[in-house]
């Protein structure tokens, strides 16, 4: 739906025409929010990072429309074609703790090896040790953010695509409306509604994304 599409959609329930300027800001906040609560297929990407250019450096540049990580980071050396282990993720308190010794790359006293894990940083992705070699390709999936305002004239809304999302997207707008108002009645109502759609669609999002398991039989 574009933008103007979903306004007229969002107005079969709110009826008011005099808060345009509210209505398009609470979509443009609440499909922020959505995106960062569930790892819709619809707004995930595979991005491969060439990554260090240099031995001794260890920080790797998110991509720009990076949400938040799915999963963790698979490693190659496009050189040997060689894979190795996924990175393990970790904190930054523990990456600090077990690699303080990447500050004394600058004087050529660091201990570098194959990378075994990683931690997300300043907009930066964190490896250990550092690499040894610059050839290691690193994979990750990821969710991207929506960082366009929503007008009238936006194209295509997110998550208006599909009926489900579109209908839990409006009482999310809805929410925020009322809110904005002083309605609070009407906004712990459609809060409420908000929040249990989206619950249904992470528990889909979740069933879609796991492992297919067998269960094995143990009768007597």
């Known amino acids: 739906m574009t933008g103007a599409n979903f306004y007229a959609y969002v107005l079969r329930k709110f009826k008011r025409t005099d808060k345009s300027t509210e209505a398009y800001e609470a979509m443009?906040?609440?499909?922020?929010?959505?995106?960062?609560k569930f790892n819709s297929d619809n707004y995930s990407q595979e991005s491969y990072i060439a990554g260090i250019s240099t031995v001794g450096e260890y920080q790797i540049g998110l991509?720009?429309?990076?949400?938040?990580?799915?999963?963790?980071?698979?490693?190659?050396?496009?050189?040997?074609?060689?894979?190795?282990?996924?990175?393990n993720k970790i904190?930054?308190?523990?990456?600090?703790?077990?690699?303080?010794?990447?500050?004394?790359?600058?004087?050529g006293n660091v201990n570098t090896g194959v990378p075994r894990e990683f931690c997300?940083?300043?907009?930066?992705?964190?490896?250990?040790?550092?690499?040894d070699l610059t050839t290691y390709r690193y994979q990750m999936n990821y969710t991207t953010e929506n960082a366009t305002?929503?007008?009238?004239?936006?194209?295509?809304?997110?998550?208006?695509?599909?009926?489900?999302?579109?209908?839990?997207?409006?009482?999310?707008?809805?929410?925020?409306?009322?809110?904005?108002?002083?309605?609070?009645?009407?906004?712990?109502?459609?809060?409420?509604?908000?929040?249990?759609?989206?619950?249904?669609?992470?528990?889909?999002e979740n069933r879609n994304r796991a492992d297919s398991i067998s269960v094995a039989y143990s009768g007597t």
Do not use: C, W
């Open 28 to 36: 443009t906040d609440t499909v922020s929010l959505m995106q960062i």
């Open 63 to 87: 991509p720009a429309d990076f949400g938040q990580i799915i999963g963790t980071i698979s490693l190659t050396d496009t050189a040997s074609d060689q894979q190795y282990d996924n990175l």
């Open 91 to 107: 904190s930054k308190q523990d990456y600090d703790r077990k690699y303080g010794d990447r500050l004394l790359s600058a004087i």
């Open 120 to 131: 997300i940083y300043a907009g930066q992705i964190y490896v250990g040790p550092v690499p």
């Open 149 to 204: 305002e929503i007008s009238s004239g936006t194209a295509t809304v997110p998550f208006t695509a599909e009926f489900r999302h579109r209908n839990v997207l409006r009482n999310g707008v809805l929410f925020e409306l009322h809110d904005g108002m002083e309605n609070f009645e009407e906004a712990a109502y459609y809060k409420q509604l908000f929040l249990d759609g989206l619950n249904d669609i992470v528990k889909q």
